[in-house]
């Protein structure tokens, strides 16, 4: 049983064209996540929803916006794609509160603008 | 300068080494501390945890904390093959809203046999 996860696992597209990434979670949590990791790996966080509600949007650029329509479900769609978001995106859930805050990770969407 | 500073590497060792990976970050309102570890084309699943300051051990993986010099650790003993991963350290505050995660930017280690 996959604890969180992700469609489609790769997603090439061209520039301008407006996608989505599908993310769900089947772990009970009541946040989940959305990181982007660069071609160096780097991990950064874009945003945090905790019961369908936006908690964290660390400066994404607006063609960017997560929906959640329930707990177990945070998608991604993104406007006018760019080469530069090109990249690995990740969903991850946690239980909000108590001492750990361990996040649990989907296996990535990479995705490629041509 | 960013959070969270980790080398990248790569770093490459004969199977059996000792391994050291080391993160130090700037933000002292940081109190939980993580290695995850990444598989190729995989996500990142966490390895270790560690509140505040002290060392943890599991098997043969040990992870330190200093709070004081804003570092922290984490050593492989008896490295496998199968240890060859890149390796991400990640912070938290408690004050932070719903553990978000700030990362390193990961070391990539290959392991010999």
């Known amino acids: 049983d996959t604890a969180v996860s992700q469609t489609p696992k790769y997603l090439v597209t061209q520039m301008g064209n407006d996608k989505s990434i599908k993310c769900e979670q089947n772990?009970?949590?009541?946040?989940m996540y959305w990181y982007k990791q660069d071609s160096k790996k780097f991990l950064k966080i874009m945003f945090s929803y905790n019961n369908k509600e936006l908690i964290i949007n660390e400066t994404v650029p607006n063609r960017f916006s997560p929906k959640s329509p329930d707990k177990a479900h945070l998608n991604l769609h993104i406007n006018s794609l760019e080469l530069g978001d090109s990249a690995v995106y990740f969903c991850?859930?946690?239980?909000?509160?108590?001492?750990?805050?361990?996040?649990?990770f989907g296996q990535g969407t990479r995705l490629t603008v041509v | 300068q960013k959070e969270v500073e980790q080398d990248p590497g790569p770093l490459s060792v004969p199977e059996g080494a000792i391994v050291s990976l080391n993160c130090t970050y700037s933000?002292?309102?940081?109190?939980?501390f993580m290695w995850y570890r990444q598989y190729s084309r995989k996500g990142p699943e966490l390895l270790m945890y560690?509140?505040?300051?002290g060392n943890k051990e599991d098997g043969r993986f040990t992870a330190q904390v200093d709070k004081s010099s804003k570092y922290i650790s984490l050593f492989i003993r008896d490295s496998q093959p199968s240890d060859s991963a890149t390796y991400l350290c990640?912070?938290?505050?408690?004050?932070?809203?719903?553990?978000?995660?700030?990362f390193g930017q990961g070391t990539i280690l290959t392991v010999h046999p």
């Open positions: 772990l009970g949590h009541d946040t």
């Open positions: 933000n002292s309102a940081f109190q939980y």
């Open positions: 990640a912070m938290s505050t408690w004050s932070t809203s719903y553990g978000k995660l700030t």
């Open positions: 991850a859930s946690s239980q909000a509160g108590g001492e750990n805050t361990e996040a649990f």
């Open positions: 560690t509140y505040s300051s």
